[in-house]
Nanobody
Framework: QVQLVESGGGLVQAGGSLRLSCTGSGRTFSTYAMAWFRQAPGKEREFVSGISWSGGSTKYADSVKGRFTISRDNAKNTMYLQMNNLKSEDTAVYYC??????????????????????WGQGTQVTVSS
């Protein structure tokens, strides 16, 4: 099994930046598609950004395009989400997720929550205005 732990959340003023990290243990990230999801109180979990296991392909929700950047370092079993120009609407608990992938899926980004079997505990991001 894969254990995922997020870190880097906190309180930031609108327009500020945060960098989230997700570190895995138990298995390497080398062949796992990864993604960040978020959930605000009273709302459904939503896709934020995803990255293929090779790092060669990424996707972003329209709401974060141009502001967030996803990356990964498989040697460190770590995925990152650089969040810039944060807005109040970005306030949510951010979750790291991992999904087993095949070698031939090096460029496949998974965007649906049900596609991910492994989840972190979440880290709170609060953006004040």
């Amino acid at each position: 099994q894969v254990q995922l732990v997020e870190s880097g959340g906190g309180l930031v003023q609108a327009g500020g930046s945060l960098r989230l990290s997700c570190t895995g243990s138990g298995r390497t990230f080398s062949t796992y598609a990864m993604a960040w999801f978020r959930q605000a109180p009273g709302k459904e979990r939503e896709f934020v950004s995803g990255i293929s296991w090779s790092g060669g392909s990424t996707k972003y929700a329209d709401s974060v395009k141009g502001r967030f950047t996803i990356s990964r370092d498989n040697a460190k079993n770590t995925m990152y989400l650089q969040m810039n120009n944060l807005k109040s609407e970005d306030t949510a608990v951010y979750y790291c997720a991992a999904a087993q992938a095949l070698l031939g899926q090096a460029l496949l980004v998974k965007t649906r929550g049900y596609e991910y079997a492994y989840w972190g505990q979440g880290t709170q991001v609060t953006v004040s205005s």
